[in-house]
Structure formats: C-alpha cells, structure tokens
C-alpha cells in the first residue's frame, strides 16, 4: 500500500473534494480524513509562569514516575498529525 497526503475540502453537499491533482493511477483507494481544526490564541500568561505551575504527574508504576517528573510538556505549536507524518514519512521512505 501507497501513501499520499493531499489536500481537499469537504463542500456544502458534504462530498470530499480534492484542490490538487493528483498523480495516482485509477482504481479503488482508502481514504483517511484528518480534519484541521483552529487553535485558541496563546494566552498571555508569561512562560516563567507556566514553568513554575508545571502539573505533577502521578503514576503507578514507579520507574515511570520519575521520568514524568524529568519530561517537558509538548510546545503549544506542536502538531501531533504532522508528526504522525512525518514518521509514516521515515517508516515507509515516502
């Protein structure tokens, strides 16, 4: 199986249309729909604060409780489709 990212829209009628051509030969695909969805302004609460308000992390397992402690939370510009991406990207040298 191919892999390829394409952009659409889905239109008023609720069909999925394409917004660029595409290269693949015809025949039957599967589709997998991510939908964008719009990020909330980044608050105006200074990173010293957000640093100094870092939530602790319980766990069960003990191992695991100290590398919680250890670990940054993910920047707010992160976007975890785009590393999906990327990975299926490395995985399958896309």
Do not use: H
């Not at 394409?18 to 302004?41: F, H, K, N, R, Y």
């Not at 100290?66 to 920047?75: C, G, R, V």
């Amino acid at each position: 199986m191919q892999a390829y990212k394409l952009k659409g829209k889905i239109d008023t009628a609720g069909n999925l249309v394409l917004t660029q051509p595409t290269q693949m030969p015809p025949g039957e695909v599967e589709i997998i729909v991510l939908q964008a969805v719009e990020t909330l302004a980044i608050s105006t609460v200074t990173e010293s604060k957000l640093q100094s308000e870092k939530p602790r992390r319980r766990s069960k397992i003990k191992a695991l409780q100290d590398w919680f402690e250890k670990t940054q939370p993910a920047p707010p510009d992160f976007d975890p489709d785009e590393a999906r991406w990327e990975a299926l990207q490395e995985k399958y040298n896309l």
